[in-house]
């Protein structure tokens, strides 16, 4: 980057120390009304004219937010999403956005939400029986990945069914291990609350419609973010395929034998479908689709060394695979206006990051179920290290990207100066 490029980022920086300073100490001030639990998730076909300005002033605007200016490629006209989002990664930057922060229904990618709150609760290797009060209230016609009753699993498994099937009753056997549903539901609104994703209003864990749920663009950006500052998060999100264990049988000698069958990464970016390719670099991360939100997508992928984050919600086009054709129309832009365009916003950090440093919950390695620190140490950045991992051919995995970056500096006056390269280390992608 140009040395004139530097100095106006870290006076950019400097400039919006202040602006972070109220939005970690008055969020209030700059998110629009929480919705009442009665409500409905936005039945206007047009975003409210008073948004949220968390993550810069544009990003409350409706319509599109960009800044086009010489050598700067221009936006897909073919998106037609009702709100949409382009960040990158890294910097916490948002290149573009369109009504960033409209509040709707977020279908499965609150799914996101969940596991980065529930995922460091338990170890992988943790057993679970499933009792049949651990199925009950899941709504009907949900996604599932064919939990059984009296049936016992590992927690792995049952990540494995959240992230790759979708299964609401995999998101409802993890909660009644958390204490249960409600309890489940109050701590991800706290984690929402955490992570200044004040759009979003839990109600249902799994995301499934329910009145007063809604999150928006710029709030499932800013979760996946957090999310795949996570190992397992990370490892779960890229993986394209998995066997997952079935029901118990008695074999032809009368002996109770359990097999596996196949399940699928239901990220058509991930694994391709009919008329879809994968996506060059794809890591993740999480796609929904419900009759009140139609379909939502958060994906993350990575280019040449650059990570960028895209969110699309409820595209008006009705093309078989839309939302994801629109998410890699939106990721083409962005890797190609990386590093050219002006940002219109930020990705903000989580509220106690600035006291803190790394993420709350976060392991050294992010793995799930122990404590320590998250992700890197030092305010130093390292070139990416590349290192194959293979399971058998259970999954897409194929190589870790680390990423390290800076954490924060507490400044005097009781203002924060966020470094802008807000860790994601060990970022996975699925090998081409």
Do not use: C
Request: aromatic share 6%.
């Amino acid at each position: 980057m140009p040395a004139p490029k530097k100095t106006a980022r870290r006076s950019l920086l400097l400039a919006s120390a202040t602006l972070l300073t109220v939005s970690l100490t008055a969020p209030a001030a700059l998110a629009a009304p929480r919705p009442s639990p009665s409500s409905t998730a936005s039945p206007s076909a047009t975003p409210p004219a008073n948004m949220s300005t968390v993550g810069g002033e544009r990003l409350g605007r409706p319509g599109t937010q960009v800044n086009l200016a010489d050598g700067v490629p221009v936006l897909p006209k073919d998106v037609s999403a009702r709100s949409w989002i382009v960040a990158d990664a890294e910097s916490g930057e948002v290149l573009a956005a369109h009504n960033a922060h409209w509040r709707l229904a977020p279908a499965s990618t609150l799914k996101m939400l969940f596991a980065d709150t529930v995922l460091p609760r338990f170890p992988k290797t943790m057993k679970h029986k499933v009792a049949v009060s651990d199925l009950a209230g899941i709504g009907a016609g949900s996604s599932m990945v064919g939990i059984k009753e009296n049936e016992t699993y590992t927690v792995h498994d049952l990540w494995l069914g959240v992230f790759l099937r979708s299964g609401n009753d995999a998101v409802h056997v993890l909660s009644a291990m958390n204490k249960g549903v409600d309890n489940t539901v109050k701590e991800m609104n706290e984690h929402a609350e955490e992570l200044q994703a004040l759009d979003t209003h839990v109600v249902s864990p799994d995301g499934y419609d329910a009145p007063g749920q809604v999150s928006s663009a710029y709030d499932l950006t800013l979760i996946a973010r957090s999310g795949m500052q996570k190992k397992d998060f990370r490892e779960y999100a890229a993986t394209a395929t998995a066997k997952f264990p079935g029901e118990t049988a008695k074999n032809k000698k009368g002996k109770p034998v359990r097999k596996s069958f196949e399940i699928q990464n239901t990220n058509r970016l991930l694994t391709g479908d009919y008329g879809l390719s994968q996506y060059r670099g794809i890591a993740g991360v999480k796609n929904g689709n419900t009759t009140n939100a139609g379909a939502t997508f958060t994906g993350v992928a990575e280019r040449d060394g650059r990570v960028l984050l895209v969110t699309v919600m409820n595209p008006q086009n009705d093309e078989h695979n839309e939302v994801y054709k629109e998410t890699a129309r939106l990721f083409d832009w962005g890797f190609k206006a990386a590093g050219k365009v002006e940002p219109v916003g930020e990705l903000v950090p989580p509220k106690g990051a600035a006291q803190a440093g790394p993420e709350p919950g976060a392991t050294a390695s992010g793995e799930a179920g122990q404590a320590g620190g998250a992700g890197t140490s030092g305010g130093g950045s390292a070139k990416p290290v590349a290192s194959a991992r293979t399971e058998g051919g259970s999954s897409g995995i194929g190589v870790a990207l680390a990423i390290t970056g800076g954490l924060l500096v507490l400044l005097a006056g009781g203002a924060f100066l966020v470094n802008r390269r807000w860790p994601l280390p060990d970022l996975v992608r699925r090998r081409r």
